[in-house]
């Protein structure tokens, strides 16, 4: 079992930034790919971001590239997502994620564990 733990949620104005951070425990010496999803109110859950246990391969869904970035430190079990630019349409309550296999995947289904979530609420 992983346990996942995100933080760096908040209340920010549009074109303000936030780092979110994901921390691993339990099975830590398995390698997992790691994924960023987010749900806003009355909308289904929505792909962000997913990063491979290389760090070599990355995924963003469109709407956030070039805004958003993924990132980990495999020694202390943590993936980052770095939001800049954040627009009123990016809240939401985001969610760290982890697949049974090393790799960077934007399929929901692929995920075996999933954090609780830290709020996003961007301000116009």
């Known amino acids: 079992q992983v346990q996942l733990v995100e933080s760096g949620g908040g209340l920010v104005q549009a074109g303000g930034s936030l780092r979110l951070s994901c921390a691993a425990s339990?099975?830590?010496?398995?390698?997992?790919?790691m994924g960023w999803f987010r749900q806003a109110p009355g909308k289904e859950r929505e792909f962000v971001a997913a990063?491979?246990?290389?760090?070599?391969?990355?995924y963003y869904v469109d709407s956030v590239k070039g805004r958003f970035t993924i990132s980990r430190d495999n020694a202390e079990n943590t993936v980052y997502l770095q939001m800049n630019s954040l627009k009123p349409e990016d809240t939401a309550l985001y969610y760290c994620?982890?697949?049974?296999?090393?790799?960077?995947?934007?399929?929901?289904?692929?995920?075996?564990?999933w954090g609780q979530g830290t709020q996003v609420t961007v301000s116009s």
């Open positions: 994620a982890a697949p049974r296999s090393t790799r960077a995947t934007m399929e929901a289904d692929e995920y075996a564990y």
């Open positions: 339990g099975r830590t010496s398995s390698r997992y790919g």
């Open positions: 990063i491979s246990w290389s760090g070599v391969f990355i």
